[in-house]
C-alpha cells in the first residue's frame, strides 16, 4: 500500500534557482494539502486542493505555486528559491471535509543555501 | 497568529507511567479535533480524534479529553511504551472547511 508518495526525499537547491516537488496518492482522495514543517511552527498549510481542477491558498502561500495535474497527483513548485524556504515539507490527502483524517507522506527534505 | 496552541515542547514519562499532553486553541468555531503522531523521517499518522459534541475518546491506550469552555484539549496516554517515543501534533478544524490548523508539536520521551 503505497498512501502518499513524494519525491524527491531530500534536495539541496542555491538561492534563485528553481524546483517542483512532487505528490501523488493512490487511495482515490478528493482532497491534497502542501505543509512545511519548521521548529517551533508545526505544521503550517501552504496550498491546498479541494477538488481536481481547484486549488486555494493556505496559511504561507507566498513563494510557492502548485498544480492538481489529475486526482491523483498535486505538486508544489518553488520559481525562486529562498533561505527561508529551508523546511521539511509534507503532503497530505484526504476523501473531503469534516472529520477525515489526514494521510500524509513521509516528507521532502529542502535546504536553500 | 497561531490557533492551536502545545505550550510544552517537550515530555519525559518513565514507562508504564501515564503521559498527558495538553493543546488550546483560539478559535471557536473549531469543531473538530485530531491527535498526529510523528517519528523521525516519516510523515505524522493519525492517533485518535474527537468532536465537540463530546467530551472524551478513549481508543485503547490513548484518551483525548476535550473542555470547550476553556478551548482545551488533553491526551492522555495509559500505559506509556518505549513506542510512544515520538513528536506529537494537536490539531483543529472545522466541519465544513478543508483546512485543519496544527499546534508546534510536543516531543514525548518514553523512558525505560
Known amino acids: 500500500n503505497a498512501g502518499v508518495t513524494q519525491t524527491p526525499k531530500f534536495q539541496v537547491l542555491k538561492t534563485g534557482q528553481s524546483m517542483t516537488l512532487q505528490c501523488a496518492q493512490d487511495m482515490n482522495h478528493n482532497s491534497m494539502y502542501w505543509y512545511r514543517q519548521d521548529p517551533g511552527m508545526g505544521l503550517r498549510l501552504i496550498y491546498y486542493?479541494?477538488?481536481?481542477?481547484?486549488?486555494d491558498k493556505g496559511e504561507v502561500p507566498n513563494g510557492y505555486n502548485v498544480s492538481r495535474l489529475n486526482k491523483r497527483e498535486f505538486s508544489l513548485r518553488l520559481e525562486s528559491a529562498a533561505p527561508s524556504q529551508t523546511s521539511v515539507y509534507f503532503c497530505?490527502?484526504?476523501?473531503?471535509?469534516?472529520?477525515?483524517?489526514?494521510?500524509f507522506g513521509s516528507g521532502t527534505q529542502l535546504s536553500v543555501l | 497568529d497561531q490557533q492551536v496552541k502545545q505550550n510544552s515542547p517537550s515530555l519525559s514519562v518513565q514507562e508504564g507511567r501515564i503521559s498527558i499532553l495538553n493543546c488550546d486553541y483560539t478559535?471557536?468555531?473549531?469543531?473538530?479535533f485530531l491527535w498526529y503522531k510523528k517519528y523521525p523521517a516519516e510523515g505524522p499518522t493519525f492517533l485518535i480524534s474527537?468532536?465537540?459534541?463530546?467530551d472524551k475518546n478513549e481508543d485503547g491506550r490513548f484518551t483525548v479529553f476535550l473542555n470547550k469552555s476553556a478551548k482545551h484539549l488533553s491526551l492522555h496516554i495509559v500505559p506509556s511504551q518505549p513506542g510512544d517515543s515520538a513528536v506529537y501534533f494537536c490539531?483543529?478544524?472545522?466541519?465544513?472547511?478543508?483546512?485543519?490548523?496544527f499546534g508546534a508539536g510536543t516531543t514525548v520521551t518514553v523512558r525505560a
Open positions: 486542493s479541494a477538488s481536481e481542477g481547484t486549488t
Open positions: 490539531a483543529a478544524g472545522e466541519s465544513n472547511d478543508y483546512k485543519l490548523s
Open positions: 474527537i468532536s465537540s459534541i463530546k
Open positions: 497530505a490527502s484526504t476523501s473531503g471535509t469534516g472529520y477525515e483524517k489526514l494521510f
Open positions: 478559535n471557536s468555531m473549531f469543531d473538530y
